[in-house]
């Protein structure tokens, strides 16, 4: 007769909680990298008891090292940003430029509160006419005021998602014909090699011209400067998606071409099942270049444009000369920044759901 010793089971018991703990932060890592919070990682294990010294070591790495990385950097620019004078005065530290974000936050509210009491004046008034029987009379009055910081943020994040959509369209085609056919890189080469390296800055007037000869409605469903804007960052973002897919396709493994070859596919079923899961990796590569070039250029574009967006923001600002404005470009070179960095963790997060590695 045997006894079972109850401390065996007690230790069993945590040493199997902490190996189910262990399998859970491992995949949760992948997605932490995704979002660029690569040192949580370490952080989760170190506080479950996994070798703390080695994990303290990518803490430094991941964590500590970026850290005080930035805070050399805030240190930096306080002590030296007084010492240069210009025009508006001495360049904004960043106690000044914090000072700048809350105001605009604060201006942001007040026109979102001054936004919503003018819709719901209107709103009163035509109830009004509808319970005097004078429906006709009924207008929806469009709100003409000034948007706030966080419209014209919204309305560069449409501009250049719509711009980008475009581009895709274009140049996932076209790659996908060039890595097929020879012929077709040929074809496609001397443009490719033309057109890469012009600046939004030329595109802009022939963008600007064309865009007011075509689209001469005043009430389409976009603003014109919007569509200049948008097929600007079109030009100028869609060859590294066109040269990365392209070169995606064309180093797909010729044993998968004979396969395909032997198994007699057609052209639709060989792009669709065996080109583009092949070549996904290279063509999220481009997008992700694509994306922030998109982004680089929107901001020239609306400042030349006159697009309500963050480019019109920094170029208001800049004619308004106010003591404040060089501290609100700053603010606006900082969101930019952010959001650049947010927008290639979206496309790294959906090459991570769509494509493969060899870990997985």
């Known amino acids: ?22 399998t859970r932060i491992n995949a949760a890592d992948k997605w932490f990298l995704v979002l660029g919070l690569s040192w949580a990682t370490p952080v989760l294990k170190a506080a479950a ?10 803490i430094w790495r991941l964590l500590i090292v970026p850290i005080l990385s930035i805070c050399a950097f805030l240190l930096l620019w306080a002590t030296l940003a007084p010492k240069v004078q210009t025009s508006l005065g001495a360049v904004p530290g960043p106690a000044q430029v914090w000072e700048e974000m809350v105001n605009l936050n604060q201006d942001a509210q007040a026109k979102a509160a001054k936004r ?13 006419l509808i319970e005097a029987g004078r429906a006709d009379e009924v207008k929806q009055v469009a709100y003409t005021g000034a948007p706030s910081y966080y419209q014209q943020i919204w309305t560069s994040i449409k501009t250049v998602f719509f711009g980008f959509l475009i581009a895709t369209v274009v140049a996932v085609p076209l790659g996908i014909a060039a890595g097929l056919s020879p012929t077709a890189n040929a074809a496609l080469n001397p443009l490719i090699q033309v057109f890469k390296p012009v600046s939004p800055l030329a595109w802009l007037p022939i963008v600007t011209m064309i865009v ?11 603003a014109k400067s919007f569509l200049i804007s948008a097929i600007t960052v079109t030009l100028c973002s869609l060859w590294p998606t066109l040269i990365n897919t392209s070169l995606g396709v064309a180093s797909i493994d010729k ?9 007699k596919m057609n052209t639709w079923t060989k792009i669709t099942k065996l080109v583009l899961p092949s070549a996904l990796p290279l063509i999220f590569t481009g997008l992700r270049l694509s994306l922030g ?16 967006g963050l480019g019109k923001f920094v170029w208001d600002e800049f004619q308004n000369g106010s003591s404040s404005s060089l501290a609100r470009i700053m603010v606006a070179v900082f969101t930019i920044g952010i959001i650049g960095f947010l927008l290639d963790r979206v496309m790294y997060a959906l090459q991570s759901l769509f494509t493969f590695t060899n870990n997985r």
């Open 212 to 222: 007011s000869a075509v689209y001469v409605t005043n009430d389409g469903w976009f």
């Open 49 to 58: 008891g996994d070798n703390p010294r080695a994990q303290m070591a990518k």
């Open 116 to 128: 919503a009491k003018f819709e719901a004046m209107v709103e009163k008034r035509n109830q009004k």
């Open 255 to 263: 044993d998968l071409v004979n396969v395909s070859k032997v198994l």
């Open 293 to 308: 070039v998109g982004w680089m250029v929107l901001i020239a574009a609306e400042m030349l444009a006159q697009n309500p």
């Open 1 to 22: 007769m045997t006894t079972v010793d109850p401390e065996f089971n007690a230790d069993a018991a945590r040493d199997a909680r902490r190996a189910r703990l262990f």
